[in-house]
């Protein structure tokens, strides 16, 4: 017997809900927010990347941020660091006229 577009478009429909719902996480998920304030984090951040080990650095105006997925270290610089890069091992920032 054949069904009705309208019948099997349900039925697919239903199909899908239920194996969402089924597949879904469930649990309680360990987020944090950093607000300005916190670890001396400005609210502007003018570039970011991640060296070979996976610590995440952030160019912002009150240094670089560096961010191993627990920790926050400022990296104090003379200035606003503007643009930030990595080669291998190797973490370069630029602030003002000079490369570090």
Do not use: C, H
Request: hydrophobic share 45%; net charge positive; glycine share 8%.
């Amino acid at each position: 017997m054949l069904q009705s577009p309208i019948q099997a478009f349900i039925k697919i429909f239903a199909l899908v809900a239920i194996s969402t719902v089924t597949f879904a996480q469930k649990g309680n998920y360990f987020l944090s927010n950093f607000s300005p304030s916190d670890e001396r984090i400005d609210y502007f951040t003018f570039g970011m990347t991640q060296d070979a080990k996976g610590v995440i650095y952030f160019a912002n105006k009150n240094g670089v941020l560096e961010f191993d997925g627990r920790n926050w270290k400022l990296i104090s610089t003379s200035g606003p660091v503007f643009t930030i890069t990595t080669s291998g091992p190797d973490v370069f920032f630029r602030w003002a006229q000079w490369f570090w």
